[in-house]
């Protein structure tokens, strides 16, 4: 199955994304990721993405479009993948369509208050990308990751004026990208209203939409 998942910064997206890559045996891409990483290296690239991410701008479509391309390519995505940050423009969803099939698109709708109480305790693993939080998901040990070990920190952009802005950024960015996928794909909305809502609940309402849609047959 081929699936691009939407929610807000703080909707759990990338929690619910690691669950539906264990249940559905395909692997989930977040270009965010991916950039951090190319990020760090002190190539012209990295120096440019950096630039990009610490002014809170999007990566030029042509950059971002040639990393999706590359990543979907390779042998783990032949049955499919998880898409977690792209599209983020038409250009994006366009490029996608030329190499890519999309199965379905689920957009998680998420209240702003819940959002400011999940973000403003956000917690990401250095090392590893895998996501806590202070109060709703809290790791074993204070400031160390359960899986690997790894270092816990803020992100820079998790602050409530931060926060306000990024969602007025994505509301604008999302607007046109859903209508262009409710005319073309199978699409469901999948509520995700309350702040600590546990992440196999949401995934369960994925799993119900994906059913609903014929995509999954148990
Ligand atoms: P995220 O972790 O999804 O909030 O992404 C962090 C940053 O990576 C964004 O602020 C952008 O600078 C960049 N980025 C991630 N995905 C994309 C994308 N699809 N298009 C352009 N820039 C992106």
Redesign the pocket.
């Known amino acids: 199955m081929r699936l691009i998942l939407f929610g807000p910064?703080g909707s759990g997206k990338g929690t619910y994304a690691s669950i539906l890559e264990k249940r559905l045996g395909i692997p989930k891409i977040?270009?965010?990721?991916i950039?951090?990483e190319i990020a760090k290296s002190k190539t012209e690239l990295g120096e440019k993405?950096r630039e990009?991410?610490n002014s809170?701008?999007?990566?030029?479509?042509d950059i971002?479009i040639k990393v999706?391309k590359g990543r979907i390519s390779k042998p783990d995505c032949e049955n499919g993948f998880i898409l977690?940050?792209?599209?983020?423009?038409i250009p994006?969803a366009e490029a996608l369509e030329k190499i890519s099939d999309i199965d379905v698109v689920i957009n998680l709708v998420v209240p702003q208050r819940v959002i400011l109480a999940r973000l403003s305790g956000r917690l990401i693993c250095k090392k590893c990308n895998t996501i806590f939080h202070e109060k709703y998901l809290k790791p074993k040990k204070p400031g160390v990751c359960d899986k690997c070990g790894g270092e816990l920190y803020h992100r820079e952009d998790d602050r409530p004026k931060a926060i306000k802005q990024?969602l007025k950024v994505y509301q604008d960015q999302l607007k046109p990208l859903i209508k262009y996928y409710k005319e073309r794909k199978s699409f469901a909305n999948v509520k995700c209203n309350k702040v600590d809502i546990p992440p196999e609940v949401v995934a369960d309402r994925i799993f119900l939409a994906l059913k609903k849609l014929g995509l999954l047959k148990r």
């Open positions: 910064p977040n270009t965010g990721d950039f951090r993405i990009c991410m809170g701008e999007l990566v030029p479509d971002t999706l977690d940050g792209y599209p983020r423009t994006q990024r």
